[in-house]
């Protein structure tokens, strides 16, 4: 029985300012290290052993891991960093206050953007080059739906997770909201009309336990 652990990065800057974030590279607040302080503390009691880490390759979530890595004394583990794991493009609405385009657009476009599997945010006119994808042979999205980030995160999945969690080896994912909707959508087999309704907090590790053929036995949340 192999364990998957899947966790939001602990609170950012930008979350603390509820601003639209994406692939916009912000580090965490104080609360966001404490978070992970705390959901370190937490997987500690559990005494699960990971072979691997995944993440972003957004600082929020590495940082987020590496000191969930230190809390539970197994920062040795080998450390992955894939763009697949990053969260949805947000597009044009990246930098600007949630609270704020709520009021301008109106609470149904507003939450359509933020949380419909299909819609996609409006775009970026440009999208300017960053070197940490150029280096990649990454083309940065002008914006994604959940969708897209669908779309490009599960081959993640298959090629790098599922394989290790079919081999007995439990992992851990330190990830972003969208991305770990769209994981849950998959692994849960949840509707594109039922993922609107998931949530992914910030810092709460998501225990799944599956059998050998990767079908879920238990979800546990720790608080
Ligand atoms: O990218 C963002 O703005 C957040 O990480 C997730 O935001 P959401 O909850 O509005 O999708």
């Known amino acids: 029985m192999s364990k998957l652990v899947i966790m939001r990065h602990g609170e950012s800057?930008?979350?603390?300012?509820?601003?639209?974030?994406?692939?916009?590279?912000?580090?965490?607040?104080?609360?966001?290290?404490?978070?992970?302080?705390?959901?370190?503390?937490?997987?500690?009691?559990?005494?699960?052993?990971?072979s691997d880490v995944h993440t972003s390759v957004l600082k929020r979530?590495?940082?987020?891991?590496e000191i969930v890595l230190d809390v539970i004394d197994q920062d040795f583990i080998p450390e992955h960093k894939s763009w697949r794991?990053?969260?949805?493009h947000y597009g044009a609405l990246r930098g600007q206050n949630k609270e704020e385009v709520r009021k301008?657009?109106?609470?149904?476009q507003f939450m359509k953007?933020?949380?419909?599997?299909?819609?996609?945010?409006?775009?970026?006119?440009?999208v300017p080059?960053?070197?940490?994808?150029?280096?990649?042979?990454?083309?940065e999205p002008p914006a994604e739906s959940l969708k897209m980030a669908y779309d490009r995160m599960i081959p993640y999945w298959q090629d790098e997770i599922a394989p290790r969690l079919l081999d007995g080896k439990n992992q851990l994912?330190?990830?972003?909201?969208?991305?770990?909707?769209?994981?849950?959508?998959?692994l849960e087999n949840i509707s594109d009309k039922g993922i609107d309704g998931v949530e992914v907090k910030n810092g709460r590790p998501i225990i799944y336990t599956f059998?050998?053929?990767?079908?879920?036995?238990?979800?546990?949340?720790l608080k």
């Open 211 to 221: 059998d050998p053929d990767l079908d879920i036995l238990d979800k546990t949340y």
């Open 129 to 139: 080059p960053v070197r940490k994808y150029r280096r990649l042979g990454v083309v």
């Open 85 to 88: 794991l990053n969260e949805r």
């Open 113 to 126: 953007w933020r949380r419909s599997f299909y819609a996609v945010p409006p775009k970026l006119d440009e």
């Open 173 to 186: 994912i330190v990830a972003h909201g969208s991305t770990l909707r769209a994981l849950i959508k998959y």
């Open 61 to 65: 979530a590495i940082v987020t891991a």
């Open 13 to 50: 800057v930008a979350n603390h300012t509820n601003t639209f974030t994406g692939w916009s590279d912000v580090p965490l607040t104080k609360k966001g290290a404490e978070e992970a302080i705390k959901a370190g503390k937490r997987l500690k009691e559990t005494g699960i052993q990971f």
């Open 104 to 108: 301008r657009v109106g609470d149904t």
